[in-house]
């Protein structure tokens, strides 16, 4: 991919995307300084993300995408006509998030929480690195990517110093639902101040369609969305939409702050990747995401306030 390079016609969640190279481009690797923490720091500052290749040994990433797909295969979700490792969805049947994916999953554990990441962290976080015990594993398949956000929304009652892991397993073109990033968007908090100050599972105990609607029906005020338009946020913020095609072996980090989202699946195939979380062990960590049993966005998660 270059900026001379012509796109397949990309849509995020439903929007053409501008692919001209003033609005789209192009995640800068930190392969080659990878193993400098100091020049980590200064590109994770800059950047808003660091993005590394090759750093997860390629077989192990695999085994986890076999390990994902037969969970698939085993719900009905693949085409039966098509080998199990190329991940070509059902035409028919759509498999929903599937949390069971993972949470356990020994090999996408041994991905994810294995020495290669947990070094990684323990390196540039300076200490004992703890990750949440929920990992987030998506599969998608033909249809919509994620709405831009910010992941605060989601995780921000702990450190702020904590930092959200995305692996690929597998190749995923651009076409296949890649992970975009916002350029510069991490330097857009002080413009996101209301924003990134709210969390999803919050209502206001004096207003009672808040309580009914999040305390009594485990709802949302709001899905944590920063907006239902790729295509217009990036206009309003700036900066481009960065991306990479993506292989298995590669991994991106970034923190709390940085807005992203994720392409439109336009394949058969389905995508496959992971989120998870690391931040210094001696840190609060958000409880929602951590424990034998987390509550996740569940009842205990909701908290409310007198507003
Ligand atoms: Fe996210």
């Known amino acids: 991919m270059s900026t001379t390079a012509t796109f397949p016609a990309l849509t995020a969640l439903g929007h053409a995307v501008d692919t001209d190279p003033a609005a789209f481009g192009e995640l800068r690797t930190s392969d080659d300084i990878a193993h400098d923490v100091a020049a980590l720091h200064a590109r994770m500052a800059e950047d808003g993300y660091l993005f590394i290749r090759n750093l997860l040994p390629r077989d192990l990433v695999l085994e986890a995408r076999r390990s994902l797909l037969e969970r698939l295969a085993a719900a009905g979700g693949l085409h039966p006509d098509h080998p199990l490792m190329d991940g070509i969805a059902h035409p028919e049947k759509k498999i929903a998030f599937m949390p069971a994916l993972a949470n356990p999953n020994a090999e996408i554990e041994r991905v994810i929480y294995g020495p290669e990441l947990m070094g990684f962290y323990e390196r540039f976080l300076g200490g004992a690195v703890r990750h949440f015990d929920y990992t987030w594993v998506r599969s998608v398949g033909l249809g919509h990517g994620s709405t831009p956000h910010c992941d605060m929304v989601y995780m ?25 990033i916002l350029e510069n968007s991490h330097r857009q908090s002080e413009r996101l101040k209301a924003y990134l100050a709210s969390d999803v599972d919050t209502y206001c105990e004096n207003r009672p369609h808040e309580v009914k609607k999040v305390r009594d029906e485990g709802g949302w005020l709001h ?65 929602r995401w951590v424990g034998a049993n987390p509550p996740l966005h569940g009842p205990r998660a909701k908290r409310g306030f007198v507003c």
């Open 223 to 287: 899905n944590g969305s920063l907006s239902n338009n790729p295509v217009s946020l990036r206009e309003k913020l700036g900066g481009r939409w960065l991306t990479a095609q993506f292989r298995p072996g590669d991994f991106l980090t970034f923190p709390m702050n940085t807005v992203h989202a994720s392409l439109d699946n336009a394949t058969d195939r389905i995508r496959l990747s992971t989120d998870s979380r690391y931040q210094l062990a001696s840190e609060p960590a958000d409880e």
């Open 156 to 180: 921000g009652r702990g450190t702020h110093r904590l930092f959200t892991c995305w692996v690929p397993y597998g190749e995923i073109p651009l076409d296949e639902s890649p992970l975009v």
